[in-house]
């Protein structure tokens, strides 16, 4: 079973795909249309003031094409969660866009009112937190950098990965109702909640540009998107919902490509 076949776009960002034709089918969240994945579109490419949805488009690659926040973009066009879409429904990109020519404006005029050319005092900035801590250039070899992976689960491993195309795509871990599912690595909350048959209650973590890690049927969500997450954090209770029995199945993901989660975690 693999969450990421039905999960990386329209989930990854919350959004769920236009797919008036086949309502009770979520559109994959990596999978956009036709096999075609983000990685198939170039982020900022449409220019246009007015978008028009088509078949297979979600909130998130309308958002990635037109190098905007997908939270802004639902806000300007008043579209709330779970962020479904019709297809030919007209979307607005020009809010956005303008509060970004609004903003070099600003930034000649404040030019323009200095005729002194005396250097101005800046505030310093406080420190941002850096977001994603591997590094970019990490391959695919299964090295993720500087990211410290731990176990999501103290639970006895009941199913392991799999590379075959129906095998499993992650780790399946025993317990009981309620045990705790931690993080297995910092990063922040892109997806907490329900919306996919067969997977119970999500979470995924974003932990790089490259890395996120999947934990699916859980009893009780701990966390909320866009949330921050320390590694070994309290996230979840493990449950059985969408499945015939309690356990968490666990995956690790780079680009979109499963891979061995044992070959991140440290041996017990």
């Not at 019709?86 to 303008?98: A, E, F, H, W």
């Not at 317990?175 to 209650?201: F, H, I, P, S």
């Not at 954090?233 to 490509?257: C, P, W």
Request: net charge positive.
């Amino acid at each position: 079973m693999s969450i990421w076949r039905a999960v990386l776009l329209c989930l990854l960002a919350a959004g769920l795909s236009a797919c008036a034709d086949t309502p009770h089918t979520p559109a994959p969240v990596e999978k956009v249309y036709r096999g075609k994945s983000i990685h198939d579109f170039e982020k900022g490419s449409l220019k246009q003031s007015q978008y028009t949805v088509k078949k297979g488009d979600t909130l998130f690659s309308i958002a990635f094409q037109a190098g905007v926040d997908y939270q802004k973009l639902a806000k300007v066009n008043k579209i709330t969660p779970p962020y479904i879409l019709s297809i030919g429904q007209k979307l607005s990109l020009k809010t956005t866009k303008n509060q970004t020519v609004k903003s070099r404006s600003n930034k000649r005029k404040t030019v323009k009112s200095n005729p002194s050319n005396k250097p101005i005092k800046k505030p310093l900035e406080k420190p941002k937190i850096q977001e994603y801590r591997a590094n970019s250039s990490q391959k695919q070899s299964g090295n993720s950098g500087r990211i410290v992976w731990q176990w999501p689960s103290k639970g006895k491993i009941i199913a392991r990965f799999s590379n075959k195309e129906l095998g499993n795509k992650g780790l399946d871990f025993g317990g009981n109702r309620g045990d705790k599912v931690t993080a297995a690595a910092e990063g922040k909350v892109v997806y907490a909640g329900d919306a996919l048959r067969g997977y119970g209650k999500l979470i995924i973590i974003k932990h790089s540009d490259d890395y996120l890690s999947a934990y699916a049927h859980n009893d009780k969500i701990r966390v909320r998107e866009q949330q921050w997450i320390k590694a070994g954090q309290h996230i979840a209770d493990m449950g059985s919902t969408d499945t015939n029995g309690v356990k968490l199945h666990f995956e690790v993901r780079y680009r979109g490509n499963t891979l061995d989660p044992l070959k991140f975690l440290p041996k017990r």
